[in-house]
């Protein structure tokens, strides 16, 4: 049976809509006269607007598109290309901050060493992916990369959660594995990117990352034969 709503809920809805309809008459004719609000048939705008053309503070509604505003304006692979660029140098700047409490908290090691030589190999991929971008967009800058969060989010939920010494050995190798497979996709996409853009120096510089990270997950792939049994006895 159909739930009933009260005049008083009633109202509420009917002046939400009215609100609603109000701001987007004001969004649109705010477009009328500024052609860096017309492309609106899309749901999204050619071009974030300048502060000068909020002529008011913004309403929850305007907010909410200024969020699709200040997106990436994606055309074409070289774009493309770039804003994974910008994601890469994000993801291991991260995984440079991640590091040291892996090798802080793992017992095992040889583990503890793998987890070293990695932290220099990401400072180094850090450095490659600068140069990268100083290359093809003239600056270093950074895009969030939401996967690496959710990753680095896991791994410390998992040095927090798993107390044994030995359980938690296999976890960080677990953490880390996710990590380096993601890096591998990546790295092998922005790689294939580069041979098509005809960018060939790009193309070998993003392939040394990319088997630094197969090895960094080959060598954790051998460290957990040991450690998975020690941590099953
Ligand atoms: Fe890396």
Redesign the pocket.
């Known amino acids: 049976m159909a739930k009933s709503h009260s005049a008083g809920e009633e109202n509420l809805a009917v002046e939400e809509a009215s609100n609603l309809i109000r701001e987007m008459k004001t969004m649109i004719a705010r477009g009328l006269r500024d052609p860096s609000y017309r492309d609106l048939s899309s749901g999204y705008f050619r071009s974030p607007p300048t502060s000068s053309s909020w002529k008011n503070s913004p309403t929850p509604f305007e907010r909410k598109y200024a969020m699709k505003l200040t997106s990436a304006n994606i055309q074409d692979l070289r774009a493309l290309y770039i804003n994974n660029l910008k994601k ?1 140098l994000d ?2 700047q991260k ?1 440079t901050k991640a590091l040291p409490d892996l090798i802080e908290k793992s017992s095992d090691s040889e583990l503890k060493d793998a987890f070293r030589t ?1 932290l220099e ?2 400072k180094g ?2 450095s490659k992916v600068e140069k990268l971008l100083e290359k093809n967009a003239g600056h270093a800058e950074t895009e969030t990369c939401k996967v690496i969060q959710g990753l680095t989010t896991e791994a410390s939920d998992t040095i927090k959660d798993v107390t044994d010494p030995s359980l938690r050995n296999i976890a960080l190798i677990g953490a880390a594995q996710q ?2 497979h993601h ?1 591998i996709a990546v ?1 092998g996409t922005l790689r294939r990117w580069a041979e098509i853009l005809g960018l060939s120096d790009d193309a070998r510089l993003l392939q040394s ?1 990319e088997k ?2 197969g090895n ?1 997950d080959h060598i954790l792939t051998q460290i957990s034969e040991r450690v998975n049994m020690q941590a099953a006895a």
């Open positions: 890469a993801m291991e995984i990695h190999q990401t991929h850090v990590v380096e890096e790295y990352i630094e990270e960094a």
